[in-house]
């Protein structure tokens, strides 16, 4: 099984920084690498796929790049809004999700 | 429009049966394989597995098989989430979501808006 590590655990940052999260893969997906957001209470909801792709109506202050083994998901400006958990997920072999880094205020 | 709809929050004692639905519309259903997601309280996302509706393939997770049994209904577009026997550790939210096409074929694009199951005597 391939294992998604992501780091930091918690980011503490205020409205209009730049958040930086890491996602670290056992073995090599690829590009089959996928980044969500989740809201208290609320289901994921898809921000990157394919590893630096925006999904549909996503801001482009969301990006991702990376490829491998090594990935990153950047939000340029925090808004308000984005203060959340994120999830990286691979699907090179069965799927699997990273721990997730939750975004917080400062 | 695509949307996943999911039965509502249902509280069972142990050793209770369950057969939670996941209703779509707006996408051919049949085209598109259907995952299902643990998601225990306060912790993070777990894949169980997947069915394709048009020939009920499934892929369980080696951690879910023989707990889970996964089924879809083509005629009304919906999939379906079982247990037999209901496990307090069996509490948590279970969300479907569907894997896109093309280059989204590794990602969950839609996602239902969860069940929360409660086990508890």
């Known amino acids: 099984e391939i294992v998604l590590t992501q780091s930091p655990a918690t980011l503490s940052l205020s409205p209009g920084e730049r958040a930086t999260l890491s996602c670290r893969a056992s073995q090599s997906v690829g590009s089959y690498l996928a980044w969500y957001q989740q809201k208290p209470g609320q289901a994921p909801r898809l921000l990157i796929y394919d590893g630096s792709k925006r999904a549909s109506g996503i801001p482009a202050r969301f990006s991702g790049s990376g490829s491998e083994t090594d990935f990153t998901l950047t939000i340029s400006s925090l808004e308000p809004e984005d203060f959340a958990v994120y999830y990286c997920?691979?699907?090179?072999?069965?799927?699997?999700f990273g721990g997730g880094t939750k975004v917080e205020i400062k | 429009e695509v949307q996943l709809v999911q039965s509502k929050t249902e509280v069972k004692k142990p050793g209770e049966s369950l057969k939670m639905s996941c209703s779509t519309s707006g996408y051919s259903f049949s085209s598109y394989w259907i995952a299902w997601v643990r998601q225990m309280p306060g912790k993070g996302l777990e894949w169980m597995g997947i069915i394709y509706p048009e020939d009920s393939d499934i892929k369980y997770s080696p951690s879910f098989e023989g707990q889970v049994t996964f089924s879809v209904d083509k005629s009304i577009s919906t999939a379906y989430l079982q247990w037999s026997s209901l496990k307090a550790s069996d509490t948590a939210t279970y969300y479907c979501?569907?894997?896109?096409?093309?280059?989204?074929?590794?990602?969950?694009?839609?996602w239902g808006q969860g069940t929360l199951v409660t086990v508890s005597s």
């Open positions: 979501a569907r894997h896109g096409h093309g280059p989204l074929f590794a990602a969950l694009d839609y």
């Open positions: 997920q691979q699907r090179a072999g069965r799927l699997t």
